[in-house]
Antibody
Framework: QLQLQASGSGLVKPSQTLSLTCAVS??????????WSWIRQPPGKGLEWIGH???????YYNPSLKSRVTISVDTSKNVFSLNLSSVTAADTAVYFC???????????????WGQGTLVAVSS | SYVLTQSPSVSVAPGQTARISCGGN??????VQWYQQKPGQAPVLVVY???DRPSGIPERFSGSNSGNTASLTISRVEAGDEADYYC???????????FGGGTKLTVL
């Protein structure tokens, strides 16, 4: 059974870089047909897609965050990571990692999610 | 960029039918997914490709999609269905994932 576990710093100072890692177990991160994604949810608000990396290493980012986001994958450790630079209080959120099934480009769905990790941006 | 619009809240009595809508320009031509999120938990996929259910999701959950509106219907609503529900599409014109703003389902 697929499991995703996000980890990283729970407190980041303004202007610094937020770094999170998602460990994948129960499947290889190199499996074809899947992409690996980050989604966030500010307290009391809705879901915001941050971006994802495909099994081939292609990346797709939310335009509103693109200039600050890097998502990468380490197949040797079966993990993928998120770096978000120059953070502000607006980046305070629960960050989820998830597996994205991509079928024929327009047919996509997040079928497995990690439990989420709260990251607060504060001095 | 593509925008999905959901009503903020829906209320229904136990045993009744809840309908949650998701509006978008020509959304009928897109594949729509629905997620259920209970407080403090990660979202769970309940409907994909407009009307398919993942294994383990009750038949009470169904979906439809036509024109400018997609809908999630929950029949015989139970107290345990109280949650936030989000619709999601893949905007193929820009290769981006889009979520609706979410609808809070309250079971009276």
């Amino acid at each position: 059974q697929l499991q995703l576990q996000a980890s990283g710093s729970g407190l980041v100072k303004p202007s610094q870089t937020l770094s999170l890692t998602c460990a994948v177990s129960g499947d290889s991160i190199s499996s074809g047909g899947y992409s690996w994604s980050w989604i966030r949810q500010p307290p009391g608000k809705g879901l915001e897609w941050i971006g994802h990396v495909s099994h081939s290493g292609s990346t797709y980012y939310n335009p509103s965050l693109k200039s600050r986001v890097t998502i990468s994958v380490d197949t040797s450790k079966n993990v993928f990571s998120l770096n978000l630079s120059s953070v502000t209080a607006a980046d305070t959120a629960v960050y989820f990692c998830a597996r994205l099934i991509v079928v024929a480009s327009a047919h996509t769905r997040f079928d497995s999610w990690g439990q989420g990790t709260l990251v607060a941006v504060s001095s | 960029s593509y925008v999905l619009t959901q009503s903020p809240s829906v209320s229904v009595a136990p045993g009744q039918t809840a309908r949650i809508s998701c509006g978008g320009n020509y959304i009928g031509g897109q594949s729509v997914q629905w997620y259920q999120q209970k407080p403090g938990q990660a979202p769970v996929l309940v409907v994909y490709d407009d009307s398919d259910r993942p294994s383990g999701i009750p038949e009470r959950f169904s979906g439809s999609n036509s024109g400018n509106t997609a809908s999630l219907t929950i029949s015989r609503v139970e107290a345990g269905d109280e949650a936030d529900y989000y619709c999601q599409v893949w905007d193929s014109s820009s290769n981006l994932v889009v979520f609706g703003g979410g609808t809070k389902l309250t079971v009276l």
